[in-house]
């Protein structure tokens, strides 16, 4: 069972301004039944919470949250609201391209479904058929669909909980500003012991159009399948110009993961990966740490430290990094800080305290 917050904090106000291409009824009730979904999740979040805290504390491992809710009946809850939600979007043909995505992942994972169901040779080249077929259609209905930029970025998620592995989620994040949203999922193995990602990104350029492309290769030149998971935006200023940070991570070895930050800028038509990294030999687009994936889960869950490796605090602008120890493994405690010097992001400290980066 996966607990997931989905982090969509509308206010009316707000979610009109997001609709506002849309036409003036169809942009209340898509709001409408943002604002329902997320008051919905919300209220199972928080039971699910309570009753992980009971599980915790408890000498006996309850079953029960505070409200009498079991696990199994809160999933079933969870599940009910994404039917509810998919058929209050069916009921209006404005959003019939959020249906027909949610159908293409459907569609997507029965065959992977079926593919793991073949014989063990066969296998690899099933799946990486169906998952091609796939990853073709998805970027096909983002390319065609403009639109999407107007959307709440996480009823495109699809992300159908309760019968949709976190393997096949589609990840999307937009910035504050509405101006750059990226698609990015995992791909599978593809007979590889490393992980490919798919990123596309949708963005809105400097007289108003909505573009596409492909998100930076990390690999293979020749390869889209080489991209990153985008798991957040930030967002800020140097020189006039609107710098985006993405809060990335992808595998690129067998053993080792890889978080980051990415910059990137909308200049007029084009995306461009601005250099504001300071580093040893020059400066960079990026910042990015390479660590003992296996290594760094089985310590959160032991000691139950704090789980991030890369993150950034919206008040000072500062960007922290896990520190890596001698042995190459992540440091438990300590994280480099990295703080914003006129146009460039320098090397500032190197802390034994975990920050409360938020504050």
């Known amino acids: 069972m996966r607990i997931l917050l989905v982090c969509m904090l509308f206010a009316s106000a707000g979610c009109s301004e997001a609709f506002a291409k849309l036409p003036e009824k169809d942009s209340l ?200 998971l985008v798991n957040d935006i930030f967002t800020v200023d140097i020189d006039g110009e609107k710098i985006y940070l993405l809060q990335t991570w992808y595998n690129k070895d067998p053993k080792f993961d890889t978080e980051g930050i990415h910059a990137v800028a909308i200049k007029g038509s084009d995306i461009v990966h601005p250099k504001i990294f300071k580093k040893d030999k020059g400066v960079d687009d990026v910042l990015e740490v390479d660590y003992d994936a296996q290594y760094w889960d089985d310590l959160v869950n032991e000691k139950d430290i704090d789980p991030w490796v890369v993150n950034f605090n919206d008040e000072s602008l500062s960007i922290y990094l896990r520190e890596i120890n001698d042995d190459g493994k992540l440091s438990e405690d300590g994280f480099d800080d990295y703080y914003l010097n006129g146009n460039l992001y320098e090397y500032g400290a190197s802390w034994q305290l975990t920050p409360s980066v938020n504050e």
């Open 29 to 228: 009730e898509l709001a409408e039944i943002v604002k329902r979904y997320v008051d919905e999740k919300k209220s199972i979040f928080d039971a699910y919470e309570r009753l992980l805290d009971q599980s915790k504390t408890s000498t006996e491992a309850s079953d029960k949250t505070a409200s009498n809710l079991s696990w199994k009946e809160l999933e079933e809850m969870e599940a009910t609201i994404y039917k509810e939600l998919d058929q209050s979007l069916r009921s209006n043909q404005a959003f019939a391209p959020l249906v027909n995505m949610r159908e293409i992942v459907n569609d997507y994972v029965t065959q992977r479904k079926i593919a793991r169901k073949a014989i063990p040779h066969d296998f690899f080249r099933e799946e990486e058929k169906h998952e091609k077929e796939w990853d073709e259609k998805l970027v096909k209905m983002i390319e065609s669909h403009p639109e999407f930029m107007e959307y709440p970025g996480d009823l495109l998620a699809l992300d159908l909980s309760g019968y949709v592995s976190a393997e096949w989620q589609v990840n999307v994040k937009t910035s504050s500003d509405g101006r750059l949203r990226y698609y990015s999922w995992k791909a599978g193995r593809w007979n590889t012991k490393t992980t490919n990602v798919v990123s596309f990104r949708q963005f809105r350029t400097d007289d108003g159009q909505v573009k596409v492309s492909w998100g930076k290769n990390l690999k293979n030149k020749e390869s889209w399948e080489w991209g990153y």
